[in-house]
C-alpha cells in the first residue's frame, strides 16, 4: 500500500522557515517523480514544485522560486521541501503527492497533508 | 495556463447525474487530470489523460474532451460523490488546478 506522510507544518512569523519532510512507503521510490502541493484554508489547490528520481531535474511554480527547495533523499525514501522567507500567502497545508509515473505529472497519491501558517 | 470550471456549485440529489465542465485559456490537448476532494481529506485523483479512469475508480465516473472543452460526468450520483472536484492540466508547466466544483446534496 502506497503511503505518504508529511511532517514539520508549524506556526512560523513571516520571513522565518520551515523544512517539510515526506516518509514514504508502499513503492519503489527512486522510480517516481515526487511533488508538493499546496491548499491555502478554504482555498484550491496550488501545484509547488516538482523533483524527479535523482534530484536531477526541479520545477517550481513562480510564487515560490527562490524562496522553496525541494529535495530528496532516496535511501531514506524521504521527500522535502525547504521553505525560507515565509510570507503570510504561503499558509496552507501542504500535501506530498507521487506521480501516477513514466513522468506523467498526474498526482496519484496523496498524503494527509502538514498544516504551515504563517502569521505574527 | 488559466483553467475555469463551471458551474462554481452543483445542487443535486443522491441517483440523478452530474455534468461538471472544466475550460482551459489554450488547448492543453488531452493532458487533463480530474480529482476529487471530500471535505477534510486529501485529493483523489479520478480521471487522467482527459478519459481514462485512475485504478478503483468507478465506471459512473467518466471524462472526455479535448483541447480546451473538458467534462466530467458523474452518473447517478452516491452519497460519497458529493465533494469538490478539480480539473487540473499538465500542457504547460506550471501545472494548474481549476478553481473546483462543489457538488452538494439539494
Not at chain 1, 57 to 79: C, E, H, Q
Request: charged letters at 20%; proline letters at 4%; hydrophobic letters at 35%.
Amino acid at each position: 500500500e502506497v503511503r505518504l506522510v508529511e511532517s514539520g507544518g508549524d506556526l512560523v512569523q513571516p520571513g522565518g522557515s520551515l523544512r517539510l519532510s515526506c516518509a514514504a512507503s508502499g513503492f519503489t521510490f527512486t522510480h517516481y517523480w515526487m511533488t508538493w502541493v499546496r491548499q491555502a484554508p478554504g482555498k484550491g489547490l496550488e501545484w509547488v514544485a516538482n523533483i524527479n528520481q535523482d534530484g536531477s531535474t526541479i520545477d517550481y511554480v513562480d510564487s515560490v522560486k527562490g524562496r522553496f527547495t525541494i529535495s530528496r533523499d532516496n535511501a531514506k525514501n524521504s521527500l522535502y521541501v525547504q521553505m525560507n522567507n515565509l510570507r503570510p500567502e504561503d499558509t496552507a497545508v501542504y500535501y506530498c503527492a507521487r506521480d501516477l509515473g513514466d513522468y506523467t505529472n498526474y498526482a496519484a497519491y496523496w498524503g494527509r497533508g502538514t498544516l504551515v501558517t504563517v502569521s505574527s | 495556463i488559466v483553467l475555469t470550471q463551471s458551474p462554481a456549485t452543483l445542487s443535486l440529489s443522491p441517483g440523478e447525474s452530474a455534468t461538471l465542465s472544466c475550460r482551459a485559456s489554450q488547448s492543453v490537448t488531452n493532458y487533463l487530470a480530474w480529482y476529487q476532494q471530500r471535505r477534510g481529506r486529501a485529493p483523489r485523483l479520478l480521471i487522467y489523460d482527459a478519459f481514462t479512469r485512475a485504478t478503483g475508480i468507478p465506471a459512473r465516473f467518466s471524462g472526455s474532451g479535448s483541447g480546451t472543452d473538458f467534462t466530467l460526468t458523474i452518473s447517478s450520483l452516491e452519497p460519497e460523490d458529493f465533494a469538490v472536484y478539480y480539473c487540473q492540466q499538465r500542457r504547460n508547466w506550471p501545472w494548474t488546478f481549476g478553481q473546483g466544483t462543489k457538488v452538494d446534496i439539494k
